[in-house]
């Protein structure tokens, strides 16, 4: 089994920037990759940002040039680097893992409120 727990969300800025984290404890070695989707209300949960554990990243057209995703020594903890947030980007981010033998895996979600 593997725990998913995110920090860092809050209220910023139209055009500030925020950074989130996901540390990941328990079987973290089978994990192929890790990410991070949102849900807006009313809206449909949607990737956001991927990497997998060869450093593989891909992203959300509309998160491109904003967004970046990337991972800490050990490999338990992901980060998504969010610049130049606009209103559209407001959103409970949640923290993703996928392990090939054992599934998926979510983290509790965290706010995102971009807002002036």
């Known amino acids: 089994q593997v725990q998913l727990v995110e920090s860092g969300g809050g209220l910023v800025q139209p055009g500030g920037s925020l950074r989130l984290s996901c540390v990941a404890s328990?079987?973290?070695?089978?994990?192929?990759?890790m990410g991070w989707y949102r849900q807006a209300p009313g809206k449909q949960r949607e990737l956001v940002a991927i990497i997998t554990f060869d450093g593989s990243t891909n992203y959300l057209d509309s998160v491109k040039g904003r967004f970046t995703i990337s991972r800490g020594n050990g490999k338990s903890t992901v980060y998504l680097q969010m610049n130049s947030l606009e209103s559209e980007d407001t959103a409970v981010y949640y923290c993703?893992?996928?392990?090939?033998?054992?599934?998926?895996?979510w983290g509790q979600g965290t706010q995102v409120t971009v807002s002036s």
């Open positions: 993703y893992g996928f392990s090939l033998r054992t599934g998926d895996y």
């Open positions: 328990g079987s973290i070695f089978s994990l192929n990759r």
